[in-house]
Protein backbone atom coordinates (compact mmCIF):
# COMPACT_ATOMS: atom_id res chain seq x y z
CA UNK A 1 0.00 0.00 0.00
CA UNK A 2 1.25 3.36 -0.97
CA UNK A 3 1.80 5.97 1.71
CA UNK A 4 2.82 9.37 1.78
CA UNK A 5 5.24 11.24 3.94
CA UNK A 6 6.58 14.30 4.92
CA UNK A 7 10.54 14.84 3.69
CA UNK A 8 12.74 15.71 6.55
CA UNK A 9 14.53 18.74 6.34
CA UNK A 10 18.96 17.57 5.54
CA UNK A 11 21.85 19.57 5.57
CA UNK A 12 23.72 18.91 2.62
CA UNK A 13 27.62 17.72 4.26
CA UNK A 14 30.75 17.04 1.69
CA UNK A 15 33.14 14.98 3.00
CA UNK A 16 36.70 14.36 1.74
CA UNK A 17 36.24 11.12 -0.84
CA UNK A 18 38.14 8.07 -0.44
CA UNK A 19 37.27 5.95 -3.12
CA UNK A 20 38.65 2.01 -3.19
CA UNK A 21 37.30 0.12 -6.47
CA UNK A 22 34.87 -2.71 -5.55
CA UNK A 23 32.81 -4.50 -7.54
CA UNK A 24 31.32 -2.63 -10.55
CA UNK A 25 31.87 1.51 -9.08
CA UNK A 26 33.34 2.73 -6.75
CA UNK A 27 32.45 2.62 -2.86
CA UNK A 28 32.94 6.14 -0.82
CA UNK A 29 31.89 4.58 2.19
CA UNK A 30 31.62 1.10 3.79
CA UNK A 31 30.46 1.86 7.30
CA UNK A 32 28.01 -1.85 7.86
CA UNK A 33 29.94 -4.86 9.64
CA UNK A 34 27.39 -7.08 11.06
CA UNK A 35 23.62 -6.32 10.80
CA UNK A 36 22.21 -4.33 13.21
CA UNK A 37 19.11 -5.30 15.24
CA UNK A 38 16.92 -2.12 16.53
CA UNK A 39 14.24 -2.21 19.26
CA UNK A 40 11.92 -2.33 16.14
CA UNK A 41 13.47 -5.87 14.74
CA UNK A 42 15.39 -3.90 12.02
CA UNK A 43 17.85 -6.65 10.87
CA UNK A 44 19.61 -5.06 8.41
CA UNK A 45 23.06 -4.06 7.64
CA UNK A 46 22.56 -0.59 6.91
CA UNK A 47 21.60 1.46 4.16
CA UNK A 48 22.48 1.06 0.60
CA UNK A 49 22.85 4.04 -2.23
CA UNK A 50 24.03 4.29 -5.55
CA UNK A 51 24.62 6.96 -7.08
CA UNK A 52 23.99 8.87 -10.53
CA UNK A 53 26.02 9.80 -13.08
CA UNK A 54 28.39 12.38 -11.74
CA UNK A 55 28.83 10.61 -8.55
CA UNK A 56 29.37 12.33 -5.02
CA UNK A 57 30.91 15.96 -4.78
CA UNK A 58 28.39 17.63 -7.33
CA UNK A 59 27.21 19.75 -5.02
CA UNK A 60 23.89 19.20 -6.10
CA UNK A 61 21.98 15.93 -6.66
CA UNK A 62 23.81 12.69 -5.50
CA UNK A 63 24.98 15.17 -2.23
CA UNK A 64 21.71 15.73 -1.77
CA UNK A 65 21.42 11.81 -1.49
CA UNK A 66 24.70 11.34 0.66
CA UNK A 67 23.19 13.97 3.46
CA UNK A 68 20.09 12.13 4.03
CA UNK A 69 22.58 9.17 4.28
CA UNK A 70 24.58 10.44 6.59
CA UNK A 71 21.66 11.38 8.52
CA UNK A 72 19.74 8.15 8.96
CA UNK A 73 23.37 6.50 10.02
CA UNK A 74 23.88 8.63 12.44
CA UNK A 75 20.53 9.23 13.83
CA UNK A 76 19.73 5.67 13.47
CA UNK A 77 22.89 4.06 14.37
CA UNK A 78 23.01 1.88 11.55
CA UNK A 79 25.73 1.43 8.58
CA UNK A 80 25.60 2.52 5.26
CA UNK A 81 27.60 1.66 2.22
CA UNK A 82 27.30 4.42 -1.25
CA UNK A 83 28.95 3.06 -4.71
CA UNK A 84 29.60 5.79 -7.47
CA UNK A 85 28.98 4.79 -10.42
CA UNK A 86 31.10 4.10 -13.72
CA UNK A 87 31.73 6.61 -16.85
CA UNK A 88 30.16 4.71 -19.52
CA UNK A 89 28.43 1.99 -17.45
CA UNK A 90 25.27 -0.16 -18.64
CA UNK A 91 22.44 -1.27 -17.03
CA UNK A 92 23.73 -4.59 -16.64
CA UNK A 93 26.34 -2.68 -14.25
CA UNK A 94 23.89 -0.94 -12.02
CA UNK A 95 21.79 -4.49 -11.62
CA UNK A 96 25.22 -6.04 -10.34
CA UNK A 97 25.98 -2.51 -8.36
CA UNK A 98 22.22 -3.20 -6.64
CA UNK A 99 22.49 -7.08 -6.12
CA UNK A 100 25.86 -6.49 -4.44
CA UNK A 101 23.97 -4.56 -2.19
CA UNK A 102 21.03 -6.51 -1.80
CA UNK A 103 22.76 -9.50 -1.35
CA UNK A 104 25.02 -8.31 1.65
CA UNK A 105 21.88 -6.73 3.14
CA UNK A 106 21.47 -3.72 3.35
CA UNK A 107 17.84 -2.41 4.05
CA UNK A 108 16.78 -0.19 1.88
CA UNK A 109 18.71 -0.26 -1.43
CA UNK A 110 18.53 2.81 -3.17
CA UNK A 111 18.95 4.49 -6.54
CA UNK A 112 19.60 7.76 -6.94
CA UNK A 113 17.93 8.93 -10.15
CA UNK A 114 16.21 7.92 -12.91
CA UNK A 115 18.56 5.79 -14.55
CA UNK A 116 18.38 3.00 -11.86
CA UNK A 117 14.70 2.06 -12.79
CA UNK A 118 15.24 -0.68 -15.50
CA UNK A 119 17.79 -1.96 -12.36
CA UNK A 120 15.57 -1.07 -9.41
CA UNK A 121 12.63 -3.22 -11.21
CA UNK A 122 14.94 -6.55 -11.63
CA UNK A 123 16.53 -6.65 -8.51
CA UNK A 124 13.62 -5.70 -6.27
CA UNK A 125 11.79 -8.75 -7.80
CA UNK A 126 14.60 -11.38 -6.58
CA UNK A 127 15.07 -9.81 -3.13
CA UNK A 128 11.10 -8.78 -2.16
CA UNK A 129 12.07 -8.91 2.02
CA UNK A 130 14.46 -5.74 1.13
CA UNK A 131 12.66 -2.52 0.79
CA UNK A 132 14.14 -0.48 -2.51
CA UNK A 133 13.75 3.30 -3.41
CA UNK A 134 14.48 5.00 -6.82
CA UNK A 135 14.57 8.67 -7.11
CA UNK A 136 12.94 10.66 -9.82
CA UNK A 137 11.22 7.70 -10.87
CA UNK A 138 7.41 6.07 -10.29
CA UNK A 139 7.20 3.88 -13.32
CA UNK A 140 7.65 0.69 -10.63
CA UNK A 141 4.73 -0.56 -8.70
CA UNK A 142 5.97 -3.49 -6.75
CA UNK A 143 5.12 -3.70 -3.41
CA UNK A 144 8.82 -3.51 -2.26
CA UNK A 145 9.94 -0.16 -3.78
CA UNK A 146 9.32 3.53 -3.29
CA UNK A 147 8.97 5.65 -5.93
CA UNK A 148 10.28 9.11 -4.80
CA UNK A 149 9.41 11.76 -6.98
CA UNK A 150 8.98 15.42 -6.63
CA UNK A 151 6.87 18.37 -7.96
CA UNK A 152 10.24 19.70 -9.53
CA UNK A 153 8.48 22.66 -11.45
CA UNK A 154 6.87 24.29 -8.48
CA UNK A 155 10.20 24.78 -7.40
CA UNK A 156 11.47 25.96 -10.33
CA UNK A 157 8.31 28.82 -10.88
CA UNK A 158 10.17 30.11 -7.92
CA UNK A 159 13.19 30.35 -9.47
CA UNK A 160 11.53 31.50 -11.99
CA UNK A 161 9.64 34.56 -10.21
CA UNK A 162 13.16 35.47 -8.56
CA UNK A 163 14.34 35.46 -12.18
CA UNK A 164 11.93 37.80 -13.64
CA UNK A 165 12.10 40.01 -10.09
CA UNK A 166 16.15 40.11 -10.04
CA UNK A 167 17.12 40.95 -13.44
CA UNK A 168 17.94 43.99 -14.68
CA UNK A 169 17.79 43.79 -18.98
CA UNK A 170 14.40 41.58 -18.62
CA UNK A 171 16.40 38.76 -20.36
CA UNK A 172 17.06 35.60 -18.77
CA UNK A 173 18.65 31.80 -19.82
CA UNK A 174 17.87 28.35 -18.37
CA UNK A 175 20.23 25.35 -19.00
CA UNK A 176 19.09 21.67 -18.59
CA UNK A 177 21.57 18.94 -18.20
CA UNK A 178 19.79 16.41 -20.46
CA UNK A 179 16.91 17.01 -23.08
CA UNK A 180 14.18 14.58 -21.35
CA UNK A 181 10.78 14.86 -19.69
CA UNK A 182 12.23 15.07 -15.85
CA UNK A 183 14.07 18.17 -16.89
CA UNK A 184 11.60 19.66 -19.17
CA UNK A 185 9.70 20.01 -15.72
CA UNK A 186 12.15 22.51 -14.74
CA UNK A 187 12.12 24.32 -17.83
CA UNK A 188 8.00 24.52 -18.04
CA UNK A 189 8.30 25.82 -14.11
CA UNK A 190 10.89 28.63 -14.74
CA UNK A 191 9.27 29.75 -18.10
CA UNK A 192 5.99 29.92 -16.08
CA UNK A 193 7.23 31.92 -13.19
CA UNK A 194 9.04 34.03 -15.13
CA UNK A 195 6.49 35.40 -17.35
CA UNK A 196 4.07 35.40 -14.41
CA UNK A 197 5.83 38.38 -13.71
CA UNK A 198 6.63 39.71 -16.89
CA UNK A 199 4.95 38.57 -20.05
CA UNK A 200 7.10 39.57 -22.20
CA UNK A 201 10.64 38.55 -20.60
CA UNK A 202 12.74 37.34 -23.03
CA UNK A 203 14.03 33.49 -21.78
CA UNK A 204 17.42 32.28 -23.84
CA UNK A 205 16.93 28.03 -23.14
CA UNK A 206 19.26 25.04 -24.08
CA UNK A 207 20.30 21.71 -23.20
CA UNK A 208 23.69 20.48 -23.21
CA UNK A 209 23.46 16.73 -24.33
CA UNK A 210 20.14 14.25 -25.94
CA UNK A 211 20.92 11.55 -23.40
CA UNK A 212 22.84 11.10 -20.18
CA UNK A 213 25.64 9.26 -21.56
CA UNK A 214 26.85 12.33 -23.65
CA UNK A 215 27.30 14.00 -20.33
CA UNK A 216 24.86 16.72 -20.20
CA UNK A 217 24.90 15.88 -15.94
CA UNK A 218 28.65 15.66 -15.70
CA UNK A 219 30.37 18.18 -17.59
CA UNK A 220 31.02 21.44 -16.36
CA UNK A 221 32.65 22.03 -19.30
CA UNK A 222 29.58 22.17 -21.17
CA UNK A 223 27.82 24.14 -18.56
CA UNK A 224 30.20 27.03 -18.70
CA UNK A 225 30.06 26.97 -22.63
CA UNK A 226 26.03 26.95 -22.37
CA UNK A 227 26.50 29.78 -19.76
CA UNK A 228 29.19 32.30 -21.81
CA UNK A 229 26.58 32.10 -24.91
CA UNK A 230 23.53 32.44 -23.09
CA UNK A 231 25.24 35.89 -21.34
CA UNK A 232 26.90 36.96 -24.49
CA UNK A 233 23.45 37.55 -25.78
CA UNK A 234 22.44 39.59 -23.26
CA UNK A 235 20.59 37.23 -20.21
CA UNK A 236 21.99 38.64 -16.47
CA UNK A 237 20.53 35.72 -14.44
CA UNK A 238 20.64 31.92 -15.39
CA UNK A 239 18.57 29.14 -13.81
CA UNK A 240 20.55 25.15 -14.46
CA UNK A 241 19.15 21.97 -14.06
CA UNK A 242 22.59 20.36 -14.88
CA UNK A 243 24.01 18.25 -11.78
CA UNK A 244 27.76 18.93 -11.46
CA UNK A 245 27.55 20.66 -15.30
CA UNK A 246 25.87 22.94 -13.32
CA UNK A 247 29.02 24.26 -11.75
CA UNK A 248 29.89 25.39 -14.92
CA UNK A 249 27.36 27.57 -15.20
CA UNK A 250 27.62 29.15 -11.45
CA UNK A 251 31.32 29.85 -12.29
CA UNK A 252 30.70 31.48 -15.91
CA UNK A 253 27.96 33.60 -14.59
CA UNK A 254 30.05 34.69 -11.19
CA UNK A 255 32.98 35.67 -13.64
CA UNK A 256 31.04 37.68 -16.10
CA UNK A 257 29.08 39.15 -12.58
CA UNK A 258 25.22 37.57 -13.82
CA UNK A 259 23.23 36.37 -10.98
CA UNK A 260 23.20 32.15 -11.10
CA UNK A 261 20.05 30.28 -9.53
CA UNK A 262 21.51 27.10 -8.35
CA UNK A 263 19.41 23.31 -8.29
CA UNK A 264 18.31 20.45 -5.92
CA UNK A 265 20.50 21.15 -3.09
CA UNK A 266 21.48 24.81 -1.46
CA UNK A 267 24.26 25.95 -3.58
CA UNK A 268 25.20 29.01 -2.33
CA UNK A 269 26.10 26.63 1.06
CA UNK A 270 28.44 24.48 -0.58
CA UNK A 271 31.96 24.86 -0.42
CA UNK A 272 33.90 24.06 -3.24
CA UNK A 273 31.18 26.91 -4.64
CA UNK A 274 32.40 29.32 -2.00
CA UNK A 275 34.41 31.27 -4.49
CA UNK A 276 30.79 31.92 -6.23
CA UNK A 277 28.93 32.28 -4.12
CA UNK A 278 28.50 36.29 -4.11
CA UNK A 279 26.44 35.79 -7.50
CA UNK A 280 24.17 32.69 -6.46
CA UNK A 281 21.08 34.35 -6.00
CA UNK A 282 19.02 31.17 -4.70
CA UNK A 283 18.42 27.57 -5.51
CA UNK A 284 15.56 25.71 -6.58
CA UNK A 285 15.81 22.75 -3.62
CA UNK A 286 14.55 19.38 -4.43
CA UNK A 287 14.64 17.38 -0.89
CA UNK A 288 16.34 14.45 -2.03
CA UNK A 289 18.38 14.14 1.38
CA UNK A 290 14.89 14.24 2.87
CA UNK A 291 13.20 11.71 0.81
CA UNK A 292 16.59 9.05 1.03
CA UNK A 293 16.53 9.51 4.80
CA UNK A 294 12.42 9.13 5.29
CA UNK A 295 12.81 5.79 3.42
CA UNK A 296 15.40 4.52 5.57
CA UNK A 297 13.26 5.97 8.97
CA UNK A 298 10.49 3.77 7.79
CA UNK A 299 12.41 0.53 7.05
CA UNK A 300 13.94 0.93 10.55
CA UNK A 301 10.49 1.14 11.81
CA UNK A 302 9.46 -1.44 10.73
CA UNK A 303 6.62 0.22 8.22
CA UNK A 304 8.63 0.70 4.55
CA UNK A 305 7.31 2.69 2.58
CA UNK A 306 6.07 1.88 -0.97
CA UNK A 307 4.34 3.12 -3.97
CA UNK A 308 4.62 7.03 -5.00
CA UNK A 309 6.08 9.60 -2.33
CA UNK A 310 5.93 12.85 -3.92
CA UNK A 311 7.58 16.13 -2.70
CA UNK A 312 6.00 19.49 -3.03
CA UNK A 313 5.97 22.94 -2.11
CA UNK A 314 3.59 21.67 0.63
CA UNK A 315 4.86 18.60 2.60
CA UNK A 316 8.78 20.60 2.00
CA UNK A 317 9.69 18.30 -0.41
CA UNK A 318 10.58 21.21 -2.72
CA UNK A 319 11.31 24.59 -2.34
CA UNK A 320 13.60 28.00 -2.64
CA UNK A 321 17.07 28.16 -0.53
CA UNK A 322 17.01 32.04 0.51
CA UNK A 323 21.09 31.58 1.88
CA UNK A 324 22.51 34.35 0.17
CA UNK A 325 22.10 37.97 2.33
CA UNK A 326 22.24 39.71 -0.79
CA UNK A 327 18.88 38.06 -2.05
CA UNK A 328 17.27 38.43 1.46
CA UNK A 329 18.36 42.77 0.62
CA UNK A 330 16.17 42.74 -2.12
CA UNK A 331 12.47 43.06 -0.49
CA UNK A 332 10.34 42.66 -3.76
CA UNK A 333 12.03 40.16 -4.81
CA UNK A 334 11.53 37.94 -1.61
CA UNK A 335 8.08 39.44 -1.30
CA UNK A 336 7.35 37.86 -5.13
CA UNK A 337 8.58 34.41 -4.29
CA UNK A 338 6.89 34.47 -0.92
CA UNK A 339 3.43 35.19 -2.58
CA UNK A 340 4.52 32.93 -5.34
CA UNK A 341 4.83 29.71 -2.90
CA UNK A 342 1.98 30.31 -0.56
CA UNK A 343 -0.48 30.65 -4.42
CA UNK A 344 0.58 27.58 -5.35
CA UNK A 345 0.34 25.85 -1.66
CA UNK A 346 -3.35 27.11 -1.83
CA UNK A 347 -3.95 26.12 -5.48
CA UNK A 348 -4.01 29.23 -6.78
CA UNK A 349 -1.74 28.76 -9.23
CA UNK A 350 -1.02 25.08 -11.08
CA UNK A 351 2.37 24.84 -12.28
CA UNK A 352 3.07 23.68 -15.97
CA UNK A 353 5.01 20.06 -16.67
CA UNK A 354 5.80 20.67 -20.30
CA UNK A 355 7.76 24.00 -21.94
Known amino acids: MSRRTRFSQAAVAVTVIALAAVGCGKSSTDTGSDSKKSSSGYTGKGIGLAYDIGGKGDQSFNDAAFAGFQKAEAEFKIGGRDIEPQDGESDADKVQRLEQLAKSGYNPVIGVGFVYAPAIKEVAAKYPKITFGIIDDDQDKAANVADLVFHEEQSSYLAGVAAAKATKKNHIGFIGG ?71 VISQAAAKKVWAIGVDSDQYAQSSLAKYKDWILGSALKNV ?62 VNTNP
Open 178 to 248: VDIPLIHKFEAGFDQGAKSVNPKIKIESQYLTQTPQEGGFASPDKGKDAAAGQIEKGADVLYHAAGLSGQG
Open 289 to 350: GGAVYDLTKSVVDGKPLSGVVRGDLKSGGVGFADSNPKYKAMPDVVAAVDKAKQDIIDGKVT
